[in-house]
């Protein structure tokens, strides 16, 4: 089992839409959770830390299910410069493991 | 604030051939990580450097890559030889604190092994 797994996509949503998708671990250890944002051809950039009550960073919203070992990220009122691939990062005792990203597309 | 600085950003070698990667984190950021990215995959960390210790290698294929980290600030990441599944775009990123509360990512090194 993958360390890390993510449900690949592509989701495609329109503008204006709201679109959420899982990331799924497999050490309930785990400390602590990010999501990263991938542009296409561009290098990873911290999108925001999961808390475990959950936390809102303007449109975006992360969750932490630790019974379920699964972190969630909602992008409410979609915009096209959402369009990326989302990468889900689980860190056990400060080494990061990458999922292969959940990538959406936002169309107008 | 200066990003993280990475040379070059294309190249393309034959298999068998040697590589070399270069790596200026921002100042200051006392960890240094190399990460190898396969076309459709996530990153996949190859080693960790803490100043200029080694934290983790646990994934560097040690039989032809290497990677160094000389004074604790600029490290160099060599393949020899190359093999066609070295293919990939390779990252360096840097974080301020042991911590990996955020990363910041260069902007990497295509490589094609052909």
Redesign the interface.
Known sequence: RKE?EQDPGPFNVPEGATVAFNCTYSNSASQ?FFWYRQDCR?????LM?VYSSGNEDGRFTAQLNRASQYISLLIRDSKLSDSATY?CVV?ND???S????TTVTVRA | EAGVAQSPRYKIIEKRQSVAFWCNPISGHATLYWYQQILGQGPKLLIQFQNNGVVDDSQLPKDRFSAERLKGVDSTLKIQPAKLEDSAVYLCASSSRSGVEKLFFGSGTQLSVL
């Open positions: 890390v602590s561009k290098e990873p950039k911290l830390s990468l860190n400060y080494k990061l990458f999922g292969a990203g």
